[in-house]
């Protein structure tokens, strides 16, 4: 018999602030952080380059992870894991006893140090070895060892689709009795290679992302670590944790399309959604709000939006639909798990949060677009995607908790 699979603690570090009390004021509020991206972080100098801003986390914090370890991530990884640890009322002698594992997704891992190597390389004409230390795995493992993990340990980088993936990849474990509590998320740091590599792409916004806008011209980046502790429903009322929602069902799939650009039809999205929704045993009229992936570039957001108009036409009602990412930009291998949490606390404090102008939303008799703050509503389910590049889609239906 399958087990209940239930969230037990949370922590997040992304621009909306370095902990879960600072993200809830910040959503409520409305926040946006958007701002210049420092020299030396990486030079946005270049004629061909949109604009020079991005949804960054805490300087001081970035500044400090780095004097720290020049990969930046392991430290706001650690950071980030030891808030949901904490919220989730565990220790390490619980951690030990039930042989808790560890699952981070990741979209361009290591791509920080890997190209100070390259460029010590060609502009000092000297090779730094230790950089070359700094893999995604040797990261895995030293989070790993700071807090003794000796369970299944595993990176997953299905590009934006990693944070959604690494939570269904531990909620497969603990359902199947493979384990009873995992750390699972998502982290990622925006870098040079992912700045330039998008503004290549021309997906980058000239000003700020506008998900679903018909005005819609790219997307923003922004820098993000997400952490959500899973439990078996029997061992985290054993010990009395608290419960923050349920996982009912996930799905993963491949559109085997295009390598940046999903189907136009938006047929798997819907296929994404609705295999989450039917392993769930759920159907659309359970589904309170869908969390898009909604990066506001042109593709993604019409097909995801075809997917969405497809998956709600029995629908009776309308249902919310929008995408937070005009509040921490696209933190790629951490969007799913973000966005996770705020669906979460969407749920806990009946609100969806947006803060954009969009006056040229298309009409939809089946949805209703969040794109500012939404207070009194109620929410008992919610369906968050991540479709990626290469294809990779993932959705993640979550429910608040009853016993």
């Known amino acids: 018999m399958k087990k209940r699979v239930v969230v037990t603690g949370i922590g997040a570090i992304s621009a909306l602030g370095n902990n879960i009390a600072e993200m809830t004021e910040s959503l409520e509020n409305g926040s946006i952080k958007y701002n210049a991206i420092p020299s030396d972080r990486f030079s946005t100098a270049h004629k061909l380059f949109a604009n020079n801003r991005g949804f960054m986390m805490d300087y001081e914090l970035y500044q400090s992870s780095w004097d720290k370890d020049v990969s930046i ?70 989070i790993a060892r700071a807090f003794k993990l000796q369970g299944y340990v595993s990176a997953i980088s299905t590009a934006c689709a990693s944070g959604t993936n690494s939570i269904g990849r ?21 870098t040079e290679l992912t700045y330039t590599g998008f503004n290549s792409l021309m997906a980058i916004s000239k000003t700020k992302c506008k998900p679903f806008t018909k005005s819609r011209d790219g997307m923003s980046l922004g820098d993000g670590c997400a952490i959500l502790i899973l439990e078996s429903l029997e061992s985290a009322v054993e010990r009395g944790a608290p419960i923050y929602a349920e996982i009912k069902g996930y799905h993963i799939l491949n559109e085997a399309y295009h390598a940046t650009a999903p189907h136009p039809d938006g047929i798997y999205a819907l296929k994404c959604m609705k295999s ?110 991540s479709f990626g590049f290469g294809g990779n889609m993932a959705s993640i239906l979550l429910t608040k908790y009853k016993n």
């Open 276 to 385: 989450a929704l039917a392993y769930g045993g759920m159907s659309t009229d359970d589904v309170d709000y869908i969390n898009a992936h909604g990066t506001g570039t042109g593709k993604n957001d019409s097909a995801e939006l075809k997917g969405c108009e497809a998956l709600l036409q029995e629908k009776t009602s309308k249902t919310y639909v929008g995408s937070t990412k005009c509040l921490t930009g696209h933190t790629l291998g951490a969007a799913g798990s973000i966005e996770a949490i705020i669906s979460i606390l969407s749920m806990q404090h009946n609100a969806l949060y947006a803060n954009y102008e969009a006056d040229d939303l298309p009409e939809s008799e089946k949805i209703e677009f969040v794109t500012q703050n939404k207070n009194n509503i109620p929410l008992d389910t919610v369906l968050s995607n």
């Open 170 to 190: 531990a909620f497969d474990l603990i359902e199947n009795g493979k384990a009873d509590i995992m750390i699972s998320g998502g982290m990622d740091i925006f």
């Open 73 to 142: 991530m392991s430290e706001v990884a650690v950071k980030c894991i030891q808030e949901a640890i904490d919220s989730a009322n565990l220790s390490e002698e619980i951690l030990h006893e039930h042989n808790a594992g560890l699952i981070i997704g990741t979209s361009v891992g290591a791509s920080f140090p890997i190209l100070q190597r390259i460029k010590k390389s060609v502009q000092e004409n000297e090779d730094d070895y230790e950089l070359a230390l700094y893999s995604t795995p040797k990261i895995l493992g030293k």
